[in-house]
């Protein structure tokens, strides 16, 4: 990067030629005197939503000038230094070349990991500049992603200014074999497990497909497609899932495993959906060996490792996890279910479908086709002689009656079901018609839970909390909490990994007087608190102040 001294406040280049006029100073290690001045923070914070106090005050402290990349356009010279999947992952752009020096748009001019690649590979000294995030996503899909998708367009034989358009069995089977398409599809799945993405998104629409990763529950957009393309990406996908290339107007649904060089196995579970202007697809990622936490990474605290403990020792009983779709109920149970293993026990399980796959556990899968459901399942395994029975979910009448006739049988009954507290959970279950007495002899525990996105330890940054977030949580207004303010590390996003906050009601003899028809859910919920559960919410909270998650994000997952 450039010696130049560090201004009070960063210029802004947003035209070709103030571009190249800062270079050649910063060639020279001169300071480069802008004829307009530093730019204060309200003219950067005007230029766009985009434009975050963040990037002022980064800019300012690497002493590095803005860039509007709209105004920019690279020189063919300067994007060909580096590969379009190079300017994707450090997220860079390279804008102009002279002299044996290149001027590089960059989202984290301060990443010197990413400022020593650039270097290498182009050959060239770097001086970075920095852009807005949108700027460089923007510039990637104009001077890199369109360029690359003509070309592959013309080798394809189709037309690169054409629309989606439905292809024939004999056409799509001849497009997911081009090495092009392959090696597009692949490099989608590589990138999105390299940057620990849970799930692939490809959404068609008017002007091309837009693909984004789902990372520590969020959408990050990685780039678009051009419309002509899309048939034969989608065309790969479905074949890698051994779905009907031919339809084009129903839901399908497939799954596979994508073997990398060094022997390790990702499960894909792909959805395509018809949209109006193609088929929708998703592209669910599930490492088989990472994905399964043992029961000391669910964070629970000593007392309640005692008290989960103590549900697995049971011989009999009902544990149940509960929450939203994707907050780690799942895992959860996974993880017991190793725990358990150690015991010689019979364990059968019954999923829809079958995550991750465990030795020594019998695990079978709902087919609706052959009427193999939750609830058949479990009939069929009290003959199977089963110690431990997993049942994927709740979802009804008949599965929740038979689930507590297993619980009360002889057997430790765990399972899921959709409530936001520990609390509703006796409710829903007496809704479902689960008679109360039976329900009272048969629940152990309830734990309520959500997935939160933790801070990043690499740009943590004082957080400036609104102040109803604070009046809702009950805050004080002189605490300090942090967040992340993005960065190489966490992709950006101020996150990075995420981890379970919880509550957990164990049924006491108080909570089972309560267990009635027409049961009050605050009631327990209070008696639940007397018998020591932290509540989610402040649970959530506690994380914050022990600097872990940002009190935004506390407010975002409180169970209300």
Known sequence: MSANAKPASPHLIKAPAELARWLEFSQAGSTWNHEGGGLSL??????????????????????????????????????????????????????LVRGGSVAVAMEDPGNAEALSTLDFLSRQRVQAVLATGRDIREAIARHYDQVEDRDIARQLGVDPTGTIVETTEQEAQRLSREKPVVRIVHGLIAEAVARRASDIHLRPGEHGT?????????????????????????????????????????????????????????????????????????????????????????????EDRRRIDDVMSRSHGMFLTTGPTGCGKSTTLYAMLLELRKQRINILTIEDPVEFYIDEIQQMQVNRAAQFTFASAMRNFLRHDPDVIMVGEIRDRETAGIAVESALTGHLLLSTLHTNTAATTVTRLLDLGVEAYLLRASLLAVMSQRLVRLTCTHCREVEDVDPHIRESLGVGPDEVFHKGRGCSHCDGLGVFKRRAVYELMVVSPRIQSLIVPGAEADQIHAAAIEDGMVPLTQAAVNLAREGLISLTEAWRVRAD
Request: charged share 25%.
């Open 42 to 95: 309200a003219q950067w914070l005007a230029l766009g939503d985009d434009c975050t106090e963040s990037h002022y005050e980064q800019a300012a402290s690497l002493g590095v000038p803005l860039a509007r990349l709209s105004g920019l356009e690279p020189d063919a010279s300067a994007t060909a230094l580096i590969r379009p999947e190079v300017a994707r992952r450090l997220r860079a752009v390279p804008l």
């Open 210 to 302: 837009d693909v984004l990763y789902r990372i520590d529950d969020e959408m990050v957009p990685v780039r678009r497609i051009m419309s002509s393309l899309h048939p034969a990406v989608t065309s790969r996908i479905k074949v890698l899932g051994s779905m009907n290339l031919a339809e084009h107007r129903k839901p399908q649904d497939g799954r596979t495993s994508f073997v990398f060089d060094d022997g390790r196995a990702i499960d894909l579970r792909i959805s395509v959906l018809p949209a109006v202007f193609g088929e929708s697809v998703v592209v669910r990622l599930l490492d088989t060996k990472e994905g399964l936490w043992d029961i000391d990474q669910l964070g629970l605290t000593p």
